[in-house]
């Protein structure tokens, strides 16, 4: 488990991994540009992904950013840039995990498309985007993740040419990526104004000479929560979601609405705890930055899971959903000024994991069903459970696990962020109402989740059915995903103790 | 003669303003990125400004890196501005509407 003799920047090494399978795909494919050798390109991308997971678990498991004599604590890397801590790998596993589930699936899903290289080089490019976002430490660095992350998977979303759909929704991705790119660069650019410093703790210890751009510095932070706003599809910035994620490869879907969304909250919570502490932030811009994310939070689940209630395309549904879940975690910012906000936190990066497998699962059942052909609807799903019952099954376990039902994974992180949202409103009374929407809209999901689950296994078919295919990377993908949102009940507890430490070492 | 760095900051909020303002009226894709532009130098104006009044060189660094970003973002966006063109025949962003909230 010694990892002391490896030098500094290895630390960086779960993202250096997607990076390099990323340069082996294209090496591979600038050999032989006519080759749709699926098999070993996805066979590489698998591989690139699981080793990043593995590492950065070693890591994780050796003690690089806890505390203590036996361990290596936080790794400062290029004077402060970037930074590697127990937040940083928690959220690397996370993207890791959904990369491969991805890939995996992605194998069946693109049998005839033309340019597999490319696609899966894509995906990589864009994991590493969001590896390197949970390890940055500076607005520089953080903005230049966020565009890895962004540009390709404006690509991966209109890779599909001559389909419209998937041009539109790359278009739309496109065009409200860019928009809210010159947002968030503007907000940096009136926070560097105002601190002349665009590393995270050295703007925490310029707040105070900030006296006299207070002004200039709130705006700025509101500008920041743009883009992150955009990056993790929340209310304003969320009406790229639904389109996107309709119109995109299922397999793409499901990478975009897992692990950029789960990206785009390790950004957020580092450049809110480190760069802008409650208190003192306040002080100098006159406003508690954490309502903004108190009305976010609400607005964005209501929203979401309203939206959601009204879809009759399975797909849209599960876009609003994941506004929705999107609105839950926020929580864990708004909990911020809070005494035991750390703790809020936690609970909402837990759920993130939770939702990684959960969703990510949903979206390649939707994959499959795009894979058979059988439609978009929720009635073209009827009775998909007489010819397919082991993936109908885990789609029960997805659904009703994103619902929040016991005994599944998305009910245990739920039931967390929500015990601690209550104890955290000792402090703070308002956090009363988040968690009283969280109970709302949790229960209101219910509803389009067993509707679903109803139309799978209860409804009789439409039209008669030929048998259907049983594609192999699809179903492992799949049943991986519904494993793990299983397996987490009894990992739940040592997951949710590093989640909660990851989160208390960044608030401290 | 030096300038202030409030003038600075009043022009580049007047760029990124027109920018914005272009973004939410234009309906042909590439003047839409043209507006996205402006408003991405907007913020290069703020830096070096703010660069030169602080006394040390991160913001124009950064600036540096920005201005690449955007020819970046550009590349791709006229890609997809490309294959808009090839499956609607047309560049007009109110165009494509085959899904509906």
């Given at each position: 488990?010694?990892?002391?003799?490896?030098?500094?920047w290895?630390?960086l090494?779960?993202a250096l991994?997607?990076a390099?399978?990323?340069?082996?795909?294209?090496?591979?494919?600038?050999?032989?540009?006519?080759?749709?050798?699926?098999?070993?390109?996805?066979?590489?991308?698998?591989?690139?992904?699981?080793?990043?997971?593995?590492?950065?678990?070693?890591?994780?498991?050796?003690?690089?950013?806890?505390?203590?004599?036996?361990?290596?604590?936080?790794?400062d890397l290029m004077g402060g840039q970037f930074i590697v801590?127990?937040?940083a790998?928690?959220?690397?596993?996370?993207?890791?995990?959904?990369?491969?589930?991805?890939?995996?699936?992605?194998?069946?899903?693109?049998?005839?498309?033309?340019?597999?290289?490319?696609?899966?080089?894509?995906?990589?490019l864009a994991?590493t985007g969001m590896s390197m976002m949970a390890a940055s430490n500076s607005l520089v660095t953080i903005f230049i993740a966020l565009e890895l992350t962004s540009l390709p998977s404006y690509?991966?979303?209109?890779?599909?040419?001559?389909?419209?759909?998937?041009?539109?929704?790359?278009?739309?991705?496109?065009?409200?990526g860019a928009l809210s790119s010159a947002i968030f660069v503007y907000g940096v650019s009136l926070v560097y104004g105002a601190t002349g410093s665009l590393q995270l703790e050295d703007i925490a210890t310029n707040l105070d000479v900030a006296?006299e751009m207070g002004g200039l510095l709130g705006l700025g932070i509101l500008m920041l929560i743009g883009g992150i706003a955009f990056k993790?599809?929340?209310?304003?910035f969320?009406?790229?979601?639904?389109?996107?994620?309709?119109?995109?490869?299922?397999?793409?879907?499901?990478?975009?609405?897992?692990?950029?969304?789960?990206a785009g909250?390790v950004l957020a919570f580092r450049v809110f705890t480190t760069a802008f502490p409650?208190?003192?932030t306040?002080?100098v811009i006159?406003?508690?930055w954490?309502?903004?994310?108190?009305?976010?939070?609400?607005?964005?689940?209501?929203?979401?899971?309203?939206?959601?209630?009204?879809?009759?395309?399975?797909?849209?549904?599960?876009?609003?959903?994941?506004?929705?879940?999107?609105?839950?975690?926020?929580?864990?910012?708004?909990?911020?000024?809070?005494?035991?906000?750390?703790?809020?936190?936690?609970?909402?990066?837990?759920?993130?994991?939770?939702?990684?497998?959960?969703?990510?699962?949903?979206?390649?059942?939707?994959?499959?069903?795009?894979?058979?052909?059988?439609?978009?609807?929720?009635?073209?799903?009827?009775?998909?459970?007489?010819?397919?019952?082991?993936?109908?099954?885990?789609?029960?376990?997805?659904?009703?696990?994103?619902?929040?039902?016991?005994?599944?994974?998305?009910?245990?992180?739920?039931?967390?962020?929500?015990?601690?949202?209550?104890?955290?409103?000792?402090?703070?009374?308002?956090?009363?109402?988040?968690?009283?929407?969280?109970?709302?809209?949790?229960?209101?999901?219910?509803?389009?989740?067993?509707?679903?689950?109803?139309?799978?296994?209860?409804?009789?078919?439409?039209?008669?059915?030929?048998?259907?295919?049983?594609?192999?990377?699809?179903?492992?993908?799949?049943?991986?995903?519904?494993?793990?949102?299983?397996?987490?009940?009894?990992?739940?507890?040592?997951?949710?103790?590093?989640?909660?430490?990851?989160?208390?070492?960044?608030?401290? | 003669?030096t300038v202030d760095v409030q003038y600075y900051v009043l022009l580049s909020m007047a760029v990124f303003c027109i920018g914005l303002?272009?973004v939410?009226?234009?309906?042909?894709?590439?003047?839409?990125l043209m507006s996205v532009e402006l408003m991405l130098n907007a913020a290069n104006i703020n830096l070096i400004a703010f660069a030169f009044y602080h006394g040390n060189l991160t913001g124009q660094l950064f600036a540096l890196f920005t201005m690449a970003l955007a020819a970046a973002e550009v590349a791709v966006g006229?890609?997809?501005?490309?294959?808009?063109?090839?499956?609607?025949?047309?560049?007009?962003?109110?165009?494509?509407?085959?899904?509906?909230?």
């Amino acid at each position: 488990m010694a990892v002391l003799e490896l030098p500094e920047w290895m630390a960086l090494a779960p993202a250096l991994l997607l990076a390099g399978t990323a340069l082996v795909l294209f090496l591979l494919d600038s050999i032989n540009p006519r080759s749709t050798n699926r098999t070993l390109f996805a066979g590489v991308a698998v591989l690139g992904s699981l080793s990043s997971l593995a590492v950065a678990v070693w890591f994780t498991a050796a003690g690089v950013g806890a505390t203590g004599i036996e361990n290596y604590g936080v790794i400062d890397l290029m004077g402060g840039q970037f930074i590697v801590d127990q937040l940083a790998l928690y959220f690397m596993i996370i993207i890791a995990i959904v990369t491969a589930l991805v890939t995996v699936a992605s194998h069946d899903y693109l049998r005839d498309h033309t340019y597999q290289a490319e696609y899966y080089s894509l995906i990589l490019l864009a994991a590493t985007g969001m590896s390197m976002m949970a390890a940055s430490n500076s607005l520089v660095t953080i903005f230049i993740a966020l565009e890895l992350t962004s540009l390709p998977s404006y690509a991966l979303v209109a890779i599909l040419k001559d389909n419209r759909g998937s041009v539109e929704a790359g278009l739309k991705y496109f065009l409200i990526g860019a928009l809210s790119s010159a947002i968030f660069v503007y907000g940096v650019s009136l926070v560097y104004g105002a601190t002349g410093s665009l590393q995270l703790e050295d703007i925490a210890t310029n707040l105070d000479v900030a006296g006299e751009m207070g002004g200039l510095l709130g705006l700025g932070i509101l500008m920041l929560i743009g883009g992150i706003a955009f990056k993790t599809a929340s209310v304003p910035f969320h009406f790229w979601a639904p389109e996107a994620y309709e119109g995109a490869p299922a397999p793409i879907s499901a990478f975009l609405s897992s692990a950029s969304k789960a990206a785009g909250f390790v950004l957020a919570f580092r450049v809110f705890t480190t760069a802008f502490p409650v208190a003192a932030t306040t002080e100098v811009i006159g406003v508690d930055w954490t309502l903004a994310f108190v009305i976010l939070a609400i607005v964005t689940m209501t929203v979401g899971n309203f939206a959601a209630a009204t879809q009759e395309n399975v797909k849209r549904m599960l876009a609003y959903s994941s506004i929705g879940h999107a609105g839950y975690v926020l929580i864990g910012l708004a909990a911020l000024s809070a005494e035991g906000g750390e703790l809020v936190m936690g609970a909402a990066m837990m759920h993130l994991l939770v939702y990684g497998f959960m969703n990510t699962g949903a979206f390649l059942f939707v994959a499959l069903a795009e894979y058979w052909g059988v439609g978009r609807t929720f009635e073209d799903y009827n009775g998909l459970s007489k010819q397919a019952p082991f993936a109908c099954a885990a789609m029960a376990v997805f659904m009703f696990s994103l619902a929040g039902v016991p005994p599944f994974g998305g009910f245990w992180s739920k039931y967390l962020l929500y015990t601690q949202t209550i104890n955290a409103a000792a402090d703070n009374t308002i956090l009363l109402v988040l968690a009283a929407a969280l109970v709302v809209n949790s229960a209101l999901s219910l509803y389009y989740y067993s509707r679903l689950v109803k139309a799978l296994w209860i409804e009789e078919p439409i039209l008669e059915r030929d048998r259907l295919a049983q594609p192999t990377g699809l179903y492992a993908a799949i049943i991986a995903a519904a494993v793990l949102t299983v397996v987490v009940l009894p990992a739940f507890g040592p997951v949710a103790d590093a989640a909660l430490e990851a989160a208390a070492a960044v608030v401290a | 003669m030096t300038v202030d760095v409030q003038y600075y900051v009043l022009l580049s909020m007047a760029v990124f303003c027109i920018g914005l303002f272009g973004v939410l009226t234009r309906r042909n894709a590439l003047l839409f990125l043209m507006s996205v532009e402006l408003m991405l130098n907007a913020a290069n104006i703020n830096l070096i400004a703010f660069a030169f009044y602080h006394g040390n060189l991160t913001g124009q660094l950064f600036a540096l890196f920005t201005m690449a970003l955007a020819a970046a973002e550009v590349a791709v966006g006229l890609g997809i501005i490309l294959v808009l063109y090839r499956n609607f025949r047309d560049v007009d962003v109110t165009v494509p509407t085959t899904m509906r909230w």
